[in-house]
């Protein structure tokens, strides 16, 4: 089956500064990948996603994020964070219909 | 707009009691699923539905049922409650498969079992 590996359980950036989250995954199939992120008390709201075709993926908010098959990546990147980027960050990967595996998720502090 | 609504929010089971975690969602999505969350482990996949009177295991389906008898409600029941079955559950509708269509996700339901 396939796997998602968030690296850094916890990332903290100052105001403005560039946001990288990592994602790694592996899949034996062309995957569909996804960043989801989660508000405190909200549920999972839908940042981007990669099917197939052009490998950089431009999603809401001013994130994106760009497929690289031969690493088996699927990094985030916001090249200046706000304030109200503060929250826990998903990557997801799917290989079949229902089965999407969710990464253990990267909480995200905003420094001001 | 309500999207989907779980019910109830907050719960308190003691050991070996039973529940039922309702979701209802108003955008006629075929897709239904439940999730559970647990710190450090992301979320995992309960059992989904494809459609309505239709039923399917997911990645952690032991100790839970589930019932889709319309197709704007997805059930989640627990028989007997375990101390391992305190997590956050999040329910999700899609129009397509989650896994390839946008999921849209509930508030969640804080379940901690005593």
């Known amino acids: 089956a396939q796997s998602v590996t968030q690296l850094g359980s916890h990332v903290s950036v100052s105001e403005g500064a560039l946001v990288l989250l990592r994602c790694n995954y592996s899949?034996?199939?062309?995957?569909?990948l996804f960043w989801y992120v989660q508000y405190p008390n909200q549920g999972l709201q839908l940042l981007l996603k990669?099917?197939?075709?052009?490998?950089l993926v431009k999603g809401i908010n001013g994130f994106e994020a760009e497929f690289k098959k031969s690493e088996t990546s699927f990094h985030l990147t916001k090249p200046s964070a706000h304030m109200s980027d503060a929250a826990e960050y998903f990557c997801a990967v799917s290989d079949q219909a229902n089965d999407m595996r969710f990464g253990a998720g990267t909480r995200l502090t905003v420094k001001p | 707009n309500a999207g989907v609504t779980q019910t109830p929010k907050f719960r308190v089971l003691k050991t070996g009691q039973s529940m039922t975690l309702l979701c209802a969602q108003d955008m006629n999505h075929e897709y239904m699923y439940w999730y559970r969350q647990d710190p450090g482990m992301g979320l995992r996949l309960i059992h989904y539905s494809v459609g309505e009177g239709t039923t399917a295991k997911g990645e952690v389906p032991d100790g839970y049922n589930v019932s889709r008898l319309k197709k704007q409600n997805f059930l989640l029941g627990l028989e007997s409650a375990a101390p391992s079955q305190t997590s956050v559950y999040f329910c999700?509708?899609?129009?397509?498969?989650?896994?390839?269509?946008?999921?849209?996700f509930g508030q969640g339901t804080r379940l901690t079992v005593v």
């Open positions: 899949s034996s199939v062309p995957p569909y």
């Open positions: 999700a509708s899609s129009y397509g498969p989650a896994g390839v269509t946008e999921a849209f």
């Open positions: 990669y099917t197939t075709g052009a490998t």
